[in-house]
């Protein structure tokens, strides 16, 4: 049914232009087939700009990362920090619980740092760019970190957010675009490494690398050369049907890859939560909100061979582990219902409608919705969250922290669906497999069944 998608949707790049706007000093983009904004809610520290909300739709978007391309520019507003100096590595290792000793040059780490109960502090991509220099993204405690050492020490860290940009493109055919606008091959790139290329002699990064469990590449460079990269990728990507990704489609592509973006909360100490955050049958019991890495099926980052905050207790609930994190498949009669109670009952039960964490009305901040889960006798036995729609799956999935004895594929759970003091519902959901998506695993791909780049 989608032997033509490669065709439906061409971008004029003649027109590309003519109605440029800015959206802020982090991020730009440009008016599009069917582009709607939507104010952001901002994070930490950062104004809410204005984000694209949906170009072609956001069915037809997702549909780009299974059959073709999307191309994003939706996290230019990272923080992003050079950290440099002969001390870099030993400040980093204090706060992260990544291993450090197996990080050469040109490769990168999903990072994670906890506190000292083993909970989740932040997370972000460290990569390693020279001898005793990395370039983070998203870690926004790096600067905390360097400037509360009380010795002297060798490393500085140098905010470059808004002076670079990031480009995303996921897909099956992401990379014989890369290559066509670079002229480059650029297969011998492994998942998290990077190398350097050029545009027409502009020059960027290219890293391997993504949430969707897709085949995903990043274009990183300087600011000034964005729109010009950008116009670059649109053009040769309309003849293979690439798709421009609105915040909307963006946001529900990290569920279905089995990667955590909104399914709990940072316990750090400044993230400020306000109370309309706190969404979903969980409450406003913040407590339950924050997670370790164990409990977000991410036990295998920790490298417990070098001292970092919050060591003793991961190392405590390695012995005794009670949870793990399970792609849960909710029913669709349940489903239905919901949304028939909004036309069929004097209290319906609270609308399910939103495809994802991107809520337009602001009725959820970033989509930190948190449910509760329990079993066929309705006992508590987790936690659900980052609730999206996979038009592809044709299928409602969330990402839910659950107790060990129910994770195994096919058992069957209850989500309660519904804020406190609103009608809730009982939403049958069975455990399947994360990622959910799985037709290609960008960790262990063979780009080689992919035609190399010819001038």
């Given at each position: 049914m989608y032997e033509n998608y490669?065709?439906?949707?061409?971008?004029?790049?003649?027109?590309?232009?003519?109605?440029?706007?800015?959206?802020?000093?982090?991020m730009i983009d440009f008016a599009g087939n069917r582009t709607y904004m939507a104010l952001g809610n901002g994070m930490a520290g950062f104004a809410a700009p204005l984000y694209p909300y949906e170009y072609t739709g956001w069915r037809d978007e997702q549909l780009s990362w299974q059959f073709t391309c999307a191309f994003s520019n939706n996290i230019n507003l990272g923080p992003t920090y050079i950290v440099k100096g002969s001390d870099s590595a030993t400040i980093l290792k204090k706060y992260m619980i990544n291993n450090f000793d197996k990080f050469p040059i040109g490769t990168s780490k999903f990072a994670l740092s906890c506190v000292e109960?083993?909970?989740?502090?932040?997370w972000g991509v460290i990569m390693k760019t020279d001898v005793n220099t990395y370039e983070t993204h998203w870690l926004n405690s790096v600067p905390q970190w360097f400037a509360q050492e009380k010795e002297p020490i060798d490393a500085e860290v140098t905010d470059i957010t808004g002076t670079n940009f990031v480009f995303q493109l996921m897909g099956p055919r992401s990379l014989e675009i890369?290559?066509?606008?670079?002229?480059?091959?650029?297969?011998?790139?492994?998942?998290?490494?990077?190398?350097?290329?050029?545009?027409?002699g502009r020059k960027i990064r290219?890293?391997?690398f993504g949430m969707t469990n897709g085949l995903e590449y990043e274009f990183h460079g300087d600011i000034s050369d964005a729109q010009y990269i950008y116009r670059r990728i649109i053009e040769v990507g309309n003849a293979y049907g690439i798709?421009?990704?609105?915040?909307?489609?963006?946001?529900?592509?990290?569920?279905?890859?089995?990667?955590?973006?909104?399914?709990?909360?940072?316990?750090?100490?400044?993230?400020?939560?306000?109370?309309?955050?706190?969404?979903?049958?969980?409450?406003?019991?913040?407590?339950?909100r924050y997670r370790n890495p164990f409990e977000l099926g991410l036990g295998h980052v920790i490298d417990f061979n070098h001292d970092f905050i919050g060591?003793?207790?991961?190392?405590?609930?390695?012995?005794?582990?009670k949870r793990t994190e399970v792609t849960l498949e909710w029913n669709a009669?349940?489903?239905?219902?919901?949304?028939?109670?909004?036309?069929?009952?004097?209290?319906?039960?609270?609308?399910?409608?939103?495809?994802?964490?991107?809520?337009?009305?602001?009725?959820?901040?970033?989509?930190?919705?948190?449910?509760?889960?329990?079993?066929?006798?309705g006992n508590e036995i987790g936690i659900s969250g980052a609730r999206v729609v996979s038009y592809y799956h044709r299928a409602m999935i969330s990402l839910a922290s659950i107790d060990l004895q129910y994770a195994d594929l096919g058992t069957e759970v209850i989500v309660?669906?519904?804020?406190?003091?609103?009608?809730?519902?009982?939403?049958?959901?069975?455990?399947?497999?994360?990622?959910?998506?799985?037709?290609?695993?960008?960790?262990?791909?063979d780009v080689e069944q992919i035609p190399r780049y010819k001038a």
């Open positions: 490669e065709g439906l949707y061409p971008i004029d790049t003649d027109k590309l232009f003519e109605e440029e706007f800015r959206l802020s000093d982090y109960n083993g909970d989740v502090s932040g890369i290559e066509e606008v670079t002229r480059d091959d650029l297969h011998d790139i492994l998942y998290c490494h990077f190398r350097d290329s050029a545009v027409d290219v890293l391997r798709r421009r990704l609105g915040l909307n489609a963006y946001m529900t592509a990290h569920t279905p890859g089995g990667c955590q973006q909104n399914e709990f909360l940072f316990n750090n100490g400044f993230m400020m939560y306000p109370p309309n955050m706190l969404k979903g049958s969980v409450g406003d019991n913040i407590e339950k060591k003793e207790a991961l190392q405590a609930y390695k012995a005794d582990p009669e349940d489903i239905s219902d919901i949304y028939e109670s909004q036309f069929r009952d004097e209290i319906p039960y609270q609308p399910i409608d939103k495809i994802g964490p991107m809520d337009v009305g602001g009725d959820s901040a970033n989509g930190s919705s948190m449910d509760l889960v329990f079993n066929k006798n309660l669906w519904g804020d406190p003091g609103t009608r809730q519902k009982e939403v049958r959901a069975k455990v399947a497999p994360r990622p959910y998506n799985n037709k290609i695993n960008n960790r262990n791909f």
